[in-house]
């Protein structure tokens, strides 16, 4: 089998790198939507607007426990409901499997630190980011909420969210700029591919399942 041949004139050169060019623009098209549609709804803790539900995405466990990204992700959470920016939190992760649960450790971390038991509900079946938005708006009857995730992810999320029929503003958690957040911040480029296609196709998530009233029985509650 012969090699690919390498350009011999300056003709041929110069369309290769038009071509390469061509290509990795069209690559980042999906990187630049998630930026532009994402970015106009992020605020920090002090200055996002009240809103009934705020929605945790998962961030992974260590030893049954949430991660640190996760624990900073929740720590926020927390402080919105205590400073009465929203009212229920709905924690999203996998729960996949018996010996990983990923939002039963979410809340059971959000009681420790403060939040009344019956104002956080989970969702166990939110494998990624789009199946968590749209089961939220789907299975939970989320209609607005404030977004918590790290600064690399938020802005996925509220694009994904506002697709899936949310109205959303996302709370980017601050990090020190490790080799953890340099490495999320170039998985974000590679989801936003994905996120793109979900947000045109929207896809059913993988787990439906019926609607669920536990975030309707909250709200109502004084």
């Known amino acids: 089998m012969r090699g690919l041949r390498l350009p011999r004139t300056r003709t041929g050169w110069r369309r290769t790198v038009q071509v390469i060019a061509a290509l990795c623009t069209v690559g980042l098209l999906p990187a630049v939507w998630v930026q532009l549609a994402g970015g106009g709804r992020v605020r920090d803790l002090a200055d996002v607007p009240a809103e009934p539900v705020g929605v945790v995405f998962g961030a992974g466990l260590n030893g049954g426990h949430p991660s640190p990204y996760l624990a900073h992700r929740l720590d926020a959470a927390a402080e919105l409901y205590r400073a009465g920016k929203v009212r229920v939190l709905l924690v999203t992760g996998d729960n996949s499997r018996t010996a990983y649960d990923e939002p039963g450790a979410m809340r059971t971390y959000l009681v420790a630190h403060g939040v009344p038991s019956d104002r956080v509900v989970v969702d166990d079946a939110g494998f990624d980011t789009w199946d968590s938005c749209s089961r939220a708006k789907r299975v939970f009857g989320v209609r607005r909420a404030v977004l918590v995730s790290q600064g690399f992810h938020i802005r996925r999320a509220v694009a994904l969210c506002e697709a899936a029929g949310l109205d959303v503003y996302g709370v980017g958690v601050d990090e020190p700029h490790d080799v953890t957040w340099f490495a999320g911040g170039a998985r974000e ?18 787990f439906l399942g019926p609607p669920d009233p536990h975030i309707p029985a909250a709200l109502a509650q004084p």
Do not use: E, N, T, Y
């Open 189 to 206: 480029i590679l989801a936003a591919g994905k996120a793109a296609v979900d947000a045109a196709v929207h896809p059913s998530p993988r």
